[in-house]
């Protein structure tokens, strides 16, 4: 899991502070790694050669980076009372939800109930718990994130 740090400002110039992570499955990754290498391959072969370049090879090689550039935004308002995700593609949103509470104050892993090691990351408020991912984690890594994410957050762990 790839987390970086992220900052960006809402209409009404709120600052929201939180983080990036990568949201596509790592054997996702590595089926359109293979994939987008098999592409470039044919390509390039096909060049070198003298043959017509396949239809599905151009397409296929831009199509592989997409899971690579998909990312889920996690950000909290300076006053804790905006909780806001985001998708984007490179860059570019795709989709954004705005939740609102009195004050987001506690962050934690929560059991999913399905398997051992997944879990949902919950930002907990006065009124609401929202739940804002769910991956897997194992229990040596919890304490260490919840601590690296309160603080990307900005509140409790």
């Not at 391959?41 to 831009?62: F, N, R, V």
């Amino acid at each position: 899991m790839f987390i970086l740090p992220f900052q960006e400002t809402l209409d009404s110039n709120q600052k929201l502070e939180g983080l990036s992570i990568s949201a596509i499955p790592k054997s996702i990754l590595v089926l359109s790694g293979v994939f987008g290498c098999l592409a470039i391959s044919t390509s390039y072969h096909s060049a070198l050669y003298g043959y017509s370049i396949p239809d599905w090879s151009i397409p296929l090689s831009i199509c592989s980076l997409a899971p690579f550039g998909f990312r889920v935004r996690l950000l909290v308002s300076s006053d804790k009372k905006t909780a806001l995700k985001q998708w984007a593609l490179f860059g570019v949103k795709l989709r954004e939800l705005v939740f609102s509470d009195e004050g987001f104050s506690t962050f934690t892993f929560e059991q999913t109930g399905c398997m051992d090691s997944q879990r949902y990351w919950v930002l907990k408020g006065e009124s609401k718990r929202v739940s804002l991912h769910i991956s897997k984690i194992s229990s040596k890594e919890i304490g260490y994130l919840t601590a690296k994410i309160s603080s990307f957050l900005g509140v409790k762990k």
